[in-house]
């Protein structure tokens, strides 16, 4: 096996066939076949099923796929480390982000960060799940709150505020709880494992963990804050949810004597990446970036 056979492997699956592959290569037709036929051999494996009209990728193909990249991003790393071309960042960048965050902040931020490197590709999958960072070939995962035991390295990119709210018309109706102990009398709009575990909310040097019941639980913080500017509740999320609505008086703190613990912010990257120049620009422009914001 041979990193051109990789190339080559790599370009047949983002281009989708042998021709496109070989044009954007420059090498012919027959030679982009005949070396992925000889990789499937020495992996005793079929990584790519043919036919007249597509090509499709196995799942022992797609397997290949994620290990062959981060071989080549590797190697690429490797280069650049060598030649001192340290700038000239280059190759493709999983990305997994949270949902409501993604897109609310991070999205303008990695639109300009691919416009300082054009050379890099991104991948970015908007989704509040744990994924499995080796598995699935992602590079790096920006996650909020508290973070699983894992062989994952975390490096912190910032903070955020939680606060506790609700619409102007629910509380009109319900009234407005005073002390954490009220919320065991409220519609109370769950996020998540706190929809298990009840609300945690802190004064000074007092805990105080509060068992909530409501209509709705929910992985996604936007769907919260829609259901609490409906009147269906109190919400407890992170600050950049729901700031829109409390500037516009949608909805309103409570419990401002109160706190939630504030969430981390994180940047969690496979071993193996530690040492990448693109992870590491990555992080301290989202560092800079957050701060600044």
């Not at 991104?122 to 744990?130: G, M, P, T, Y």
């Not at 109160?258 to 040492?275: I, T, V």
């Amino acid at each position: 096996m041979q990193i051109e056979d990789l190339r080559i492997y790599v370009a047949v699956i983002q281009a989708g066939n042998f021709t496109a592959a070989a044009e954007q290569l420059m090498l012919s037709k027959q030679y982009v076949s005949r070396r992925i036929a000889a990789l499937e051999e020495s992996l005793g494996a079929r990584l790519l099923n043919r036919n007249t009209r597509k090509l499709s990728v196995t799942d022992n193909g797609q397997l290949f796929a994620q290990h062959a990249q981060r071989i080549l991003d590797d190697v690429q790393e490797a280069e650049l480390a060598v030649s001192g071309r340290r700038q000239a960042l280059r190759g493709s960048f999983r990305l997994s982000v949270p949902m409501s965050f993604g897109i609310s902040h991070l999205s303008p931020f990695i639109a300009e960060f691919l416009s300082l490197h054009p050379g890099l590709q991104f991948q970015v999958e908007l989704a509040d799940r744990h994924v499995d960072m080796v598995g699935e070939g992602f590079d790096m995962a920006i996650r909020i709150g508290t973070l699983p035991d894992s062989s994952l390295i975390a490096k912190r990119l910032g903070e955020y505020r939680r606060v506790v709210c609700a619409s102007p018309s629910y509380l009109q109706g319900a009234g407005a709880p005073y002390t954490p102990d009220d919320l065991r009398e409220h519609r109370c709009l769950r996020y998540g494992r706190e929809g298990q575990t009840g609300w945690e909310l802190f004064q000074g040097e007092q805990r105080h963990v509060v068992t909530v019941q409501g209509p709705m639980v929910s992985n996604n913080g936007e769907m919260l804050r829609d259901a609490a500017v409906a009147g269906l509740g109190l919400v407890l999320l992170p600050e950049f949810i729901v700031a829109p609505a409390l500037a516009r008086g949608e909805l309103v703190t409570v419990l401002d004597d109160w706190h939630p613990a504030s969430l981390n912010l994180n940047a969690l990257y496979p071993q193996h990446r530690q040492r990448s120049e693109v992870n590491r620009v990555f992080m301290a422009f989202l560092q800079d970036k957050l701060a600044a914001g």
